[in-house]
C-alpha cells in the first residue's frame, strides 16, 4: 500500500491498524532545537481519544503516546521523530462477522477489490484510529507555529442541524463542551440531538471548522501547490470528510464581483483587507488575513439499525452492525482538522524561506 506519506520538507507517514498492536506515526524533516516531551502531544491525542462523553464510542483507550527517537535531553534532533500508541482495548470479535459482507459507507468493498485481501477489524487502515498518527505529528507542527504567534483553532460549527450562534462564541467552551462547541446552548442541543439519533440507531454528520490567525502574507506557490490546494488536500484525506471549503465557499458562485472582492486599504501603516471572502488566501497565497477552513463530515457509517447490503458470495442480505461506534465522529474529528492543517501551513512556510534570493543570501551571511 502507497499513499501513507504527506508532505514535502516535513514528511508525515503514518503506520498501524485499528485492532494492530499500536499505532503511530514517523515524522522526518521536522527542524532540531525545539523543547519537547510527551505532554506536548498527549494533550491534543486526549482531544481525539474515545470513551470521553456520550457522543463519543463507549471504546476506553488511554491513547498514551511514546516517542521512540529524534528527541534527545527534551529536544528535537532533526533525525526522524518516531512516536507510537499502543491499541489496549480491541474486541476483534465484534468485527468477525463482517468478513464475509460489504458494510454500506465503508472501504470495505474498495479494499477487497484493490488487495484482493482486507483487514476487516475495525477498518484496519481506514479505520478512524489511524488519525492518531496524524494528530501526533500535527501536535509539533501546532507548537513550532506557536512559538512563531500562528495559532491553529478549529471547533464544531454544526452537527446535524444544529449550528452555533457566532453571537455567543466562547473560545474556551470548545474543550469544556462534549461537542466541541464554542457555543454552549448549541452544544446542549446537539447532545439532544445526539441521544435521539443513537435511540434511532442512527448517527449524524456535521461541519468543523478551522482558524488560522497570524500567517503572514506570501505563503503557498501559485499553481499546484496552492495554500488552497494544498489545505485541502490535507483535510480531504481524513476519512470522514467530503468536502472542503475556504472562505465562503460555495456562497461565492452566487455573488457578483463587486460583492466577492475584498477591498484593500491601510491600517496603522499595515495593509489590510475590508472583508475576508477569499478566507485569507488568494491566488493561492496568504494575503495575512485570517485563515478560514471548513470540512464537512459525513454521518458514522457504522449504525445498528438495519441495511441491505451484500455478502462476499454476492447474496442480497440484511444486516445490524454490532461493536462500539461514536453517533458522531465531528467532534473527535475536530483536533485532526486543526493539526492537518498546522501541518499544511508549517510545511509551506519552510519551503516559502527559499522563496526570495535574499533571504537565502541573508540566512547565510548571518550564520557565518
Request: include cysteine; hydrophobic fraction near 35%.
Amino acid at each position: 500500500m502507497s499513499g501513507s506519506i504527506i508532505g514535502k520538507n516535513i514528511q508525515i507517514s503514518t503506520w498501524g491498524e485499528s485492532h494492530g498492536k499500536a499505532l503511530g506515526v514517523v515524522v522526518d524533516g521536522f527542524p532540531a532545537g525545539m523543547e519537547l516531551c510527551e505532554e506536548d502531544i498527549q494533550k491534543f491525542l486526549d482531544r481525539r481519544k474515545p470513551g470521553t462523553s456520550s457522543a463519543t464510542t463507549p471504546r476506553k483507550e488511554d491513547d498514551l503516546v511514546e516517542i521512540m527517537s529524534g528527541v534527545f535531553e527534551g529536544k528535537t534532533t532533526g533525525t526522524p521523530i518516531s512516536m507510537l500508541v499502543r491499541n489496549t482495548s480491541q474486541k476483534s470479535s465484534d468485527y468477525s462477522e463482517i468478513a464475509e459482507y460489504y458494510r454500506p459507507g465503508h472501504a470495505d468493498y474498495g479494499f477487497d477489490t484493490k488487495y484482493g485481501f482486507r483487514d476487516y477489524r475495525g477498518g484496519g487502515r481506514s479505520s478512524g484510529r489511524e488519525t492518531i498518527g496524524r494528530v501526533a505529528a500535527g501536535a509539533l507542527c501546532e507548537k513550532l507555529l506557536g512559538q512563531m504567534g500562528i495559532s491553529v483553532c478549529a471547533y464544531t460549527k454544526a452537527i446535524g442541524s444544529v449550528e452555533i450562534d457566532y453571537s455567543k462564541f466562547d473560545k474556551d467552551a470548545i474543550a469544556q463542551n462534549p461537542t466541541a462547541m464554542p457555543d454552549s446552548e448549541a452544544d446542549q442541543k446537539a447532545m439532544d440531538l445526539i441521544s435521539q439519533a443513537r435511540s434511532d440507531q442512527d448517527s449524524l454528520g456535521g461541519v468543523i471548522e478551522c482558524c488560522i490567525k497570524g500567517v503572514p502574507a506570501g505563503v503557498g506557490e501559485p499553481v499546484f501547490d496552492k495554500l488552497d490546494a494544498i489545505l485541502a488536500r490535507s483535510v480531504m484525506s481524513i476519512g470522514a470528510v467530503k468536502a472542503v471549503e475556504i472562505g465562503d465557499g460555495t456562497r461565492v458562485s452566487s455573488y457578483y464581483g463587486s460583492d466577492n472582492n475584498d477591498a484593500f486599504s491601510i491600517s496603522k501603516g499595515n495593509i489590510v483587507k475590508e472583508t475576508n471572502h477569499s478566507g485569507g488566501i488568494l491566488g493561492g497565497i496568504s494575503d495575512g488575513s485570517d485563515i478560514v477552513l471548513r470540512a464537512y463530515v459525513k454521518p458514522t457509517p457504522s449504525i445498528a439499525r438495519t441495511q441491505h447490503t451484500i455478502n462476499k458470495s454476492g447474496d442480497n442480505i440484511e444486516i445490524n452492525i454490532k461493536g462500539r461506534h461514536d453517533p458522531v465522529v465531528v467532534p473527535r474529528a475536530v483536533v485532526v482538522v486543526e493539526t492537518m492543517c498546522a501541518h499544511a501551513i508549517l510545511d509551506l512556510m519552510i519551503s516559502n524561506m527559499s522563496a526570495k534570493s535574499e533571504s537565502i543570501i541573508s540566512f547565510y551571511k548571518n550564520n557565518k
